[in-house]
């Protein structure tokens, strides 16, 4: 049984314990149908409700919901606010400038605690500094940097002076990056002399100067350069500058800039089904109120919680759940540096002990991988270690198996924590569908139903609503304060990607299949339906792993799809097209080695395929068209059942199935 058709036929239930109900935000379904009655019966009144509730505004807005460019949606726009004023000022001046915003620990274990003080010093005085270096209101600046404290105070101190920020996760590749840099217009770049991760330093700043020499960043005048490792930099004077000289004499106040609601605060690329990745444009309003809020009901956080979310802040996750979330609402957060395996598999589950973690929020390929160390090394099961302060389980970036929801509420939880399974995407900018710890009667590997506010739905190609049980296309059906605002520079993709005409033009397409239980409504996600794919929790679109191929001069033609992975839910598989001979035996495998590790420079070591073939052509129908789905049973090592007669040439199918 594949793992969606498991989680159709799930029975169990798990019905909320009177502990998680007892002071939980949303306490039961009653509070839960009362607030989606609010949304409903008046939807502005309830959002400008929440809004205003949330977050501090400097000037309050007096507009809720902008309709009149549809779909270019505008929410609170004469509101002014500040980000980094709302994760930190507000905290400190309301006397809690002495509690832990971060506790951090690094890849070998040393730990370092930052105030709401200690973060809103260094803040300002990396605010200042950029305003030094010409940075201002609008400017984009991009971010590339491990884990680090230092990358929270970057993103915040853009936020401060109302630069816009993109942060490009650091295992991308040179040419990504260069990439970034160009489509952004970037007018500076933060980065680190190197990253360490499991015991290894891994070098950034050299990727970084190779991706500006690449081309295409004049507007790039200066490097900041975090010393993470203090390894050997090449130094670029006049461009580069160390962070901590920079800020060394710069002052720790820095008034924050007021902007207006929609005032850009990130952009941050994401693989699509077509060409490169997309700069999903967010606004401050927005993400803010919708981090703030999603902690409070997602996640039930009370003051006295240690939330720890395991994403890295190159990803959306790391956005919305570490920079912005548990920061806006003065939570005290864990932040690691490195990876669940190092220096041991128990890592995460000693850390939950040592830093006494309350609410503990993952991906499912994290656990998948914990699951099959710890059963055969009793030293790292979770049962070895002390979690007893745990209240609250998540998981997010892909669909979680039943048999690994189980484990995880079971080995981690105690089988006493709920687990909320979050369903949401870099464009939705906070969590959309996921159980309420203290209302929601969970069913493992269902994200259940949608937040308040939240109009999700399941539809057919033609936009009209499909009857529960029955799969379709998830949509969104009423724009709500998180999403995206456009695609950087882009606007007709904005439009052709989210909003399509086929689906009259006002639905917003999430690019996910899914269905809604018959009975209790429950949706389950079943995947995309578009052609990107999620390897550990990570978006590929097959077309850019595709071009990077055939930018090989080896490659002729290049065809990627996904086949489903224990561990890492989808894994890449390459049909490849040599211009030579096709290869057999030893060099066969030499190829394939050399190409992965291309695309491993092209786009960066996540999209590495898993398993490459080579052919003397690509199964086409006669008008020329590669046939993906039986490209996707060849993958799978399925017998092709599929009616092969218009096929151009089925003989290579032969070829195509053998695995190396
Ligand atoms: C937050 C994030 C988005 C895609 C999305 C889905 C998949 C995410 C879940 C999930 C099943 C979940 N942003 N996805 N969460 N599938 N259950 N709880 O992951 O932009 O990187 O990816 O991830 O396919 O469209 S993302």
Redesign the pocket.
């Known amino acids: 049984m594949s793992a969606i058709e498991s989680v159709l036929h799930e029975r169990r239930v798990f019905p909320p314990s009177d502990k998680a109900s007892a002071n939980a935000a949303i306490s039961g379904m009653d509070a839960y149908k009362a607030l989606t009655a609010e949304a409903e019966s008046d939807y502005e009144g309830f959002w400008a409700r929440i809004a205003r509730e949330t977050l501090s505004w400097h000037k309050p807005f007096t507009k809720v919901l902008d309709e009149s460019n549809a779909p270019f949606y505008k929410w609170f726009e004469d509101g002014e606010l500040n980000a980094s004023y709302n994760c930190i000022d507000r905290h400190v001046e309301a006397g809690h400038g002495g509690k832990n915003a971060i506790i951090f620990e690094a890849d070998d274990g040393a730990v370092t605690n930052v105030t709401y003080q200690d973060l809103l010093q260094r803040v300002s005085r990396l605010a200042n500094a950029l305003k030094k270096q010409g940075v201002k209101k609008g400017d984009r600046v991009v971010i590339y940097l491990p884990m680090s404290v230092e990358g929270v105070v970057a993103m915040q101190a853009c936020a401060r002076i109302g630069a816009t920020h993109s942060v490009v996760f650091g295992g991308f590749s040179s040419k990504s990056l260069n990439e970034r840099l160009v489509d952004v217009g970037a007018v500076a770049l933060i980065t680190a002399d190197e990253q360490m991760r499991g015991g290894k330093a891994l070098p950034l700043k050299s990727i970084a100067d190779e991706a500006i020499a690449a081309g295409g960043c004049d507007a790039v005048k200066s490097v900041i350069v975090y010393r993470r490792t203090g390894g050997k930099v090449a130094w670029n004077e006049g461009r580069d500058l160390w962070l901590h000289e920079l800020v060394e004499n710069e002052s720790d106040q820095c008034e924050p800039e007021w902007v207006s609601a929609e005032h850009p605060l990130f952009i941050l690329y994401?693989s699509g089904s077509t060409g490169k990745p997309k700069g999903v444009q967010h606004s401050t309003g927005g993400i803010l109120l919708w981090a703030a809020q999603t902690m409070k009901w997602t996640f039930d956080m009370k003051p006295d919680d240690v939330f720890w979310c395991t994403a890295d802040i190159g990803?959306?996750?790391g956005h919305s759940y570490i920079t912005y979330g548990p920061t806006a609402i003065g939570a005290t957060q864990v932040m690691f540096e490195g990876v669940p395996t190092y220096p041991h598999a128990g890592r995460f589950w000693e850390m939950i002990g040592r830093h006494k973690v309350t609410i503990f929020y993952t991906a499912p390929t994290a656990i998948r991988s914990l699951i099959k160390v710890s059963e055969a090394d009793a030293k790292v099961h979770p049962k070895s270690f002390d979690l007893s302060t745990l209240r609250i389980l998540g998981?997010?970036?892909?669909?979680?198996n039943p048999e690994a929801w189980m484990w995880y509420y079971e080995n981690v939880g105690g089988a006493k924590c709920p687990i909320v399974?979050?369903?949401?995407?870099?464009?939705t900018g906070g969590h959309m569908i996921t159980p309420l710890p203290g209302a929601t009667p969970l069913v493992p590997g269902s994200?259940t139903l949608p937040l308040p506010g939240i109009m999700a739905a399941i539809v057919d190609e033609t936009g009209q609503d499909v009857p529960n049980g029955q799969g379709g296309i998830l949509v969104v059906k009423r724009p709500w304060p998180s999403m995206l605002r456009n695609v950087w520079g882009d606007p007709d993709r904005y439009k052709s990607s989210y909003f399509p005409e086929e689906l009259g033009g006002k639905l917003y397409l999430?690019?996910?299949g899914a269905v809604r239980d018959k009975d209790t409504g429950y949706f389950t996600?079943m995947?995309?339906i578009d052609d990107?794919l999620?390897v550990s929790?990570?978006?590929l679109g097959t077309m850019e792993i595709e071009s990077a191929l055939v930018s090989n001069p080896l490659v002729a033609e290049a065809a990627v799809v996904g086949r489903p992975d224990e561990t890492t839910g989808e894994a890449v598989v390459a049909f490849v097209v040599l211009k030579q001979a096709r290869p057999e035996g030893d060099a066969g495998t030499k190829i394939a080695n050399e190409l992965r590790a291309w695309v491993a420079k092209e786009i960066g070591p996540i999209a590495k395929p898993k398993d490459i073939r080579f052919g003397e052509n690509l199964p086409k129908t006669r008008s020329g068209k590669i046939m993906r789905r039986l490209l996707r049973s060849l993958a799978k090592g399925e017998e092709i059942t599929q009616d092969v007669s218009t096929l151009e040439n089925p003989a290579i199918l032969d070829q195509l199935g053998e695995a190396r």
């Open positions: 994401t990803w959306i996750t998981t997010v970036g892909e669909p979680i399974d979050t369903w949401w995407q870099t464009e994200c999430a690019g996910d996600i995947g995309r990107v999620n929790g990570h978006r």
